[in-house]
C-alpha cells in the first residue's frame, strides 16, 4: 500500500514562506519512478494543478499564478517531494495535496494514482 503524507502547512502573513513536504513509502513503491506533482483545493473551488517534477527531478512545471514564487523539488534517496512557497498571498490559502503518477506530468488529477490527505496552508493579509 502506497501513503504520502504531507507536511509543513500553517498559517503565514501576506509575503512569507512555507515549505512543504511529501513523504511516500509503501514496501513496493518506487519513488523515483513516479512523476510528483502538487494540487491545491480551496474552499467552494475545483482542485488545481500547482507543480509537478518529473521522475529525475530534471523538469518541473508551474501553473502561472505561482510561477516564480513557488518551487517544487525532489529527494529520491529520501522518497520525499518539496513545495517551496515564498511570497505567499492570501489567494494562496487552500489545503496543498501531492499525488504522485506513472505517466509523464499532466494537470489533470484523474492521471495522478495516489494522493495524500493534504497539508492546510492559510495566508492572512
Known amino acids: 500500500q502506497v501513503q504520502l503524507v504531507e507536511s509543513g502547512g500553517g498559517l503565514v502573513q501576506a509575503g512569507g514562506s512555507l515549505r512543504l513536504s511529501c513523504a511516500a513509502s509503501?514496501?513496493?513503491?518506487?519513488?523515483?519512478?513516479?512523476?510528483m506533482a502538487w494540487f491545491r483545493q480551496a474552499p467552494g473551488k475545483e482542485r488545481e494543478f500547482v507543480a509537478a517534477i518529473t521522475r529525475s527531478g530534471s523538469s518541473t512545471y508551474y501553473t502561472d499564478s505561482v510561477k516564480g514564487r513557488f518551487a517544487i523539488s525532489r529527494d529520491n534517496a529520501k522518497n520525499t517531494v518539496y513545495l517551496q512557497m515564498n511570497s505567499l498571498k492570501p489567494e494562496d490559502t487552500a489545503v496543498y495535496c501531492c499525488?504522485?503518477?506513472?505517466?509523464?506530468?499532466?494537470?489533470?488529477?484523474?492521471?495522478?494514482?495516489?494522493w495524500g490527505q493534504g497539508t492546510q496552508v492559510t495566508v492572512s493579509s
Open positions: 499525488a504522485a503518477s506513472t505517466t509523464i506530468p499532466t494537470t489533470t488529477p484523474g492521471t495522478y494514482n495516489y
Open positions: 509503501g514496501r513496493t513503491f518506487r519513488f523515483s519512478s513516479y512523476t
